[in-house]
Each structure stands twice: as C-alpha cells, then as structure tokens.
C-alpha cells in the first residue's frame, strides 16, 4: 500500500518543535469556511521565540482538487518570510516554496546558497509556468516550485531539506526587533490582500473582503491591527 505523503502542517511543526514552544491559537469563524463546494480549513499557532505560523487546507471538486498552505511569519529573527504550497489537481502535483525578503538587513548571500543547492537537486523536475506577479521582485531565486505527476516523495523530502536547513539557520540569525520587523510582515500580508495572487482572489471572489482581510492578515500571518 502506497504511504500516504505528510502534510505541510506535520512537516513545519515537527521541524520547528523542539526548538520553540508552539502554542496553538484561534481562527474563530474562519477556522472553517465552505462555499461552492470549496472548503477552507485553517489553524493557527504562535511559536515563542519564533512567530506566528498558519496552516491552510482547501478542498474542491470533491476532493479532486486540494491544497495546502504553510506560512511561518519570523519576528524574532532577521531570516525571510517563509511561504510553502501543495496543490493537487487531477493527479498532478505542484510543491512550493517560498522564501521573501522582509529582513530589517540584507539576508548572507551564502545562507540562500544553502537554499540554492537544495533546489539544484530537483533540476530535472519541471518548473511550474506562472504569469508575472507583484511579489515576483521579493521572491527570492532560490525558492522552489516544481509540478508534475509521481514526484509526491521527492516533493516532501525538498521541503523536508528546506526545512532543515531554515531552522538550522535559525540558530545564527540575528535577533531583531519583534514589532519592526514584524511592521515588514504586516507591509507584505497588506500588499499580498490589496494586489491580490490566485489563492487570495479566489477567498475575496467567494466570501467577500471583509473575511479575506481576517484571513490574510489576521490568522495568515498574524498581524492585523
């Protein structure tokens, strides 16, 4: 029998665990929204010393289209915000992720080096085609975003390598001040709710945007005012 793959939400929190203590949050009524046949499910958790984390699952089309979204918002430390995807579509699988600048100083060239190899070893994977976006100048090139059929195990052990690797470089990132840089994670989740990406419209298209704003800011990356 075929292993079933991990989800987004194990991989980040067992990555993270150890390290900081993570506690879970609320989402209130966002925590699970359904509309059109689409089902939103999100959790949220704050981890001491670290920031705020956000895990996402979406469903539709009974099922023949899913999502997974994992966001861990550093404010404690000067490293990139970190963005990871799984979407599966009529068997075909896209992995994610993203790493943006939001640091308060420049992030070591040598540190998204590490992040570069990592990538490097999925060259034979395709790259997903995507039209320009708003972000696409804080993206940093060593992200990842590799899409095709059979490939659900070297998806998950790319992110489990990025993953080791980003808290490995939590240990030596700079502390930074919680609220400044925590001001540059806000400035992102406001301009990612206001320019809009796919995932984004399709929430503001089916449940408004007053619920999109809670979502994105609020529990996505846990800096609404």
Known sequence: MKQKRPGLETLVLNALRNDYPIMPGNAGEESVLRKNGFR????????????????????????LMQMETAIVAVYEKDIPLLNLDWVKAMGKETQMVEFYDDQLAPYPAEKL??????????????????????????????????????????????????????TAQLET??????????????????TLFSQGGP????????FGPEVAKRLILGHMYGVLK
């Open 40 to 63: 939103f499910q999100t959790r949220v958790y704050e981890a001491e010393g670290l920031g705020h984390l956000c895990f996402l699952t979406m469903t539709a089309m009974a099922g």
């Open 113 to 166: 080096a590490a992040f570069e190899a990592i990538k490097a070893k999925d060259a034979d994977l395709a790259d997903r085609e995507t039209d320009p976006h708003w972000y696409d100048d804080i993206l940093y090139p060593c992200s990842y975003d590799k899409t095709g059929k059979g490939c659900g195990e070297r998806f998950t052990a790319a992110v489990e390598a990025y993953l080791s690797e980003f």
């Open 173 to 190: 990132a700079a502390d930074c001040d919680r609220e400044e840089k925590r001001a540059k994670v806000r400035d992102f989740a406001e």
């Open 199 to 206: 995932a984004v419209d399709q929430v503001t298209k089916l």
